[in-house]
């Protein structure tokens, strides 16, 4: 498989992230499946906070732990990302029945730079609560699978350090770069697996730092407990 097009042609648009994992490039997937795909995404994303409305219910209560204080302002930042990218993506739809008048150049860089960041930080999100997936706490219960699964997601994701720089994701989510340059010679495998590399890099950074300050509140005489009702029941985002 290979992207259509004109060898290293650009075009100024943006990336999103399937549940913030998987991008959903317009020229990998085409302009009306990308749009209805992106709004599986938000309708999912605003239905995860709605099942989580305890969270929110939670934010003005108890003490803030480095821990909480990390998830709360990554939970805070992410959802004011996506409301902007929802806003963006439909000032920019061709294809989606309702529309909203604005900007169109305005949009689209924002459209650009915010998927960049709803990419990254859902991918930080998620590897903060990974410990908190039923699926993931089986799979590591066996300490052998578990450091296998640690050594690969690791390698990977140090790959991903060469992709993050490769790709501009930096350049982009500030954007310094305002168009996305695609080689359109490119399998589509390779590009999906480079995503995938930035995504585990992501994550692996959100699991080790929600790790360390909970080591942290633990050597600094935090009550367990406290951590675990604050982070573990309230934080389930």
């Not at 960049?116 to 997936?133: K, Q, T």
């Not at 590399?197 to 367990?224: D, E, F, Q």
Request: glycine content about 8%; hydrophobic content about 50%.
């Amino acid at each position: 498989l290979r992207l259509p097009g004109p060898e290293g042609a650009a075009f100024p648009g943006g990336r999103l992230s399937l549940c913030g994992k998987e991008p959903l490039h317009r020229p990998v997937m085409g302009g009306k499946l990308h749009e209805w795909l992106g709004l599986a995404m938000f309708l999912l994303f605003f239905l995860h906070h709605l099942l989580n409305a305890s969270w929110h219910r939670a934010l003005g209560k108890g003490s803030y732990t480095a821990n909480r204080i990390l998830g709360t302002v990554t939970n805070l930042l992410l959802l004011l990302a996506m409301v902007f990218l929802a806003v963006s993506s439909v000032i920019l739809s061709g294809y989606v029945p309702w529309n909203i008048k604005g900007s169109m150049a305005v949009a689209r860089l924002m459209h650009l730079a915010l998927s960049y960041w709803v990419f990254v930080l859902a991918s930080f999100h998620l590897g903060i609560y990974w410990n908190r997936i039923p699926v993931a706490r089986k799979v590591t219960a066996d300490k052998k699978i578990s450091a296998l699964l640690r050594l690969t997601f690791l390698l990977y994701a140090a790959y991903g350090v060469h992709v993050f720089i490769k790709r501009q994701f930096a350049l982009s989510m500030f954007l310094q770069v305002q168009f996305a340059f695609l080689d359109y010679g490119e399998p589509v495998v390779l590009f999906f697996m480079e995503y995938f590399a930035v995504m585990c890099l992501s994550a692996v950074i959100g699991y080790y730092m929600s790790a360390l300050l909970h080591r942290l509140n633990r050597s600094r005489g935090h009550s367990p407990g406290r951590v675990k009702k604050y982070i573990f029941e309230k934080e389930e985002l």
